[in-house]
């Protein structure tokens, strides 16, 4: 896989709820674009979301790409709030990406910065992504 986590460290973390019942569907959110249509902005997790959306409907792929999708749907109300990259293709595979397979989109989702534990400063995504550590700093990109 392409990352390069020097991309990704200065993003925001971010608390992503269901836009429709307000339910907390993740707490390590990240704003992100669609990689086969960058004028799509969504948030994305590396995370698994655990006990709040369950897969909807069957696998599908769009034109853009050939990854292999399937929606998500937020447990508490039902509404689709997003799709999980269940196998991703050869090119999204090798473009600069994330590592996050499990996207929310925009219009379905609200978000928050997250702050660290005084409550003053923004929570990043640092470099030991993979480890799932979080750096503070004062300004988010």
């Keep these: 896989m392409s990352t390069s986590n020097a991309n990704f460290k200065n993003k925001c973390v971010t608390q992503v709820n ?3 019942c ?15 249509d960058t004028e799509v902005e969504l948030f994305s997790t590396d995370i698994p979301p655990n006990r709040t959306v369950d897969f909807v409907a ?3 792929s769009t034109e853009s790409c050939k990854c292999k999708l399937r929606d998500i749907a937020c447990l508490k109300c039902g ?3 997003g799709y999980h990259v269940v196998a991703p293709c050869k090119p999204c595979l090798l473009s600069c ?13 609200s978000t928050l910065n997250r702050l660290d534990s005084t409550g003053q400063y923004k929570l990043t995504f640092d470099k030991t992504e993979m480890l799932c550590n979080c750096i503070v700093h004062e300004m988010c990109t």
Excluded: E, P, Q
Aim: proline fraction near 0%; hydrophobic fraction near 50%.
């Design 18 to 20: 269901c836009i429709f």
């Design 22 to 36: 307000d339910s907390l569907l993740c707490t390590r959110g990240m704003k992100a674009v669609l990689l086969a």
């Design 58 to 60: 069957s696998c599908y």
């Design 79 to 81: 509404n689709v709030v």
């Design 97 to 109: 990406n994330n590592g996050h397979f499990w996207m929310f989109n925009s219009d379905a989702v």
